[in-house]
């Protein structure tokens, strides 16, 4: 066997100075609404997906767009000090009882969809059109049914299979499930959701960086302890003041669980105050709460006030979201077997980085999303939130969301 593994496609492949691979260049070349055909086989049987909406469904999704945040307990519970020294806020309980419902079915649909193209012939897809040759390899059944009813779980070592071309055009429902599902697209563009982004972020100008599906079902095994990176050359770098830190292109987890969760064995997130100051999510790392007490987290404290880190164990109501900086610490708890699916919604937005007036590239904005908004597809509002995937001024030339 002579040929190379395929590398995973670039992830913005319109910041790049030129594409070399000519089967991608194509894929770039034509219409957008050929792209978006190819990243909805007939299998997932979504003929009504924003990505393949004209902008009378745009303009009816605005018009009948009602509240989600009750905006009096969002700005109650919020204490922007707070946030910035202990990384991160939680909103107990903000969302509207009709957005509670309706994100609920959003995310038991989007989690179908994923289902879905698992289940199915993956021989089906169109792989030349997505900008590659056809995969020589398949998953095996047995992770196949692993996957199924959660997310995360599908193995993405390398691109063999295709999965990671799967997931960075956004074929799986998990990954910018806002392309899927009309009440989470909806959501990407609220004028609360960026008001939300604005407050956490302590800046008019948000973008956006990407958005996942979080489910988890009973016996989901729990989720390791880590941060992530912001690039911009503040990652795994020296501690900071509070100011410096604020200014930095960060990004707001912003965590949505309709349904809430218990502290206890029901997939619920945990925390780390004061963790995102150190900076260091090359070290920040465990497979459990005691790998992280044992190891990353003894004898560290919290630069502010001083109190030894802690693991917090959050428990919430319906209708709670939780807003984390990227470089907070934090993991998942396990999934009993003999509860019922956690559901969550990832919204991550940026701010520019406020000395160097740099955007920094998103982690994850499908190429048929990033060619729309180039060739002003989109609605202004949506262009503008994905304007860092594909504005190379904007980004000063940078491609990599974790560049320096
Ligand atoms: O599932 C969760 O609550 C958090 C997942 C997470 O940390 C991640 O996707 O990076
Ligand atoms: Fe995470």
């Not at 980085?353 to 202004?380: F, T, Y």
């Amino acid at each position: 066997m002579t040929e190379s593994r395929p590398p995973a496609p670039p992830k913005n492949p319109l910041l790049l100075p030129r594409i070399d691979d000519p089967l991608m260049a194509k894929a770039l070349e034509g219409p957008t609404a050929e792209l978006a055909r190819v990243t909805r086989p007939d299998f997932m049987q979504n003929p009504d997906s924003p990505v393949e909406w004209s902008s009378q469904e745009f303009a009816r999704m605005e018009a009948e767009r009602e509240d989600f945040l009750d905006w009096q307990a969002v700005i109650g519970q919020f204490d922007a000090e707070a946030f910035l020294r202990d990384g991160y806020a939680v909103f107990q309980g903000v969302m509207s009882p009709g957005a509670v419902d309706a994100w609920t079915a959003a995310l038991q649909r989007g989690q179908e969809l994923n289902d879905r193209l698992l289940s199915a012939d993956w021989g089906a897809v169109d792989w030349e059109r997505l900008g590659r040759r056809p995969p020589t390899a398949t998953v095996d059944p047995e992770d196949i049914r692993a996957a199924l009813g959660g997310s995360q779980l599908v193995p993405q070592g390398d691109d063999e299979s295709g999965v990671k071309t799967l997931r960075q055009n956004s074929v799986f429902a998990e990954y910018f499930s806002v392309g899927h599902v009309a009440y989470l697209m909806n959501l990407l563009t609220h004028p609360q959701m960026l008001d939300l982004q604005r407050l956490c972020l302590g800046s008019d100008t948000v973008y956006f960086d990407h958005n996942q599906l979080l489910t988890r079902a009973p016996g989901y095994a729990g989720g390791g302890w880590h941060s992530h990176q912001i690039g911009s050359g503040c990652d795994n770098a020296e501690p900071v003041g509070l100011e410096e830190y604020r200014r930095q292109p960060n990004i707001n987890l912003t965590l949505c669980y309709p349904q809430g969760f218990s502290a206890d064995e029901d997939g619920g997130l945990k925390l780390v105050r004061g963790s995102h100051l150190s900076r260091d999510p090359a070290g920040c790392r465990a497979p459990d709460d005691e790998a992280l007490r044992e190891g990353w987290m003894r004898d560290r404290e919290h630069p502010v006030t001083g109190r030894l880190f802690e693991i917090e164990r959050l428990a919430l109501p319906p209708g709670s979201i939780v807003c984390c900086l990227s470089h907070a610490a934090h993991a998942v708890a396990p999934k009993a077997q003999e509860r019922s699916t956690r559901w969550c919604s990832l919204f991550c937005y940026r701010k520019v980085d406020e000395v160097s007036g740099i955007a920094q590239p998103p982690h994850a904005v499908p190429p048929v999303w990033a060619l729309k908004a180039q060739r002003g597809e989109l609605p202004d509002a949506l262009t503008q939130l994905l304007r860092p995937s594909f504005d190379r001024q904007l980004t000063a030339g940078r491609c990599d969301p974790c560049e320096g």
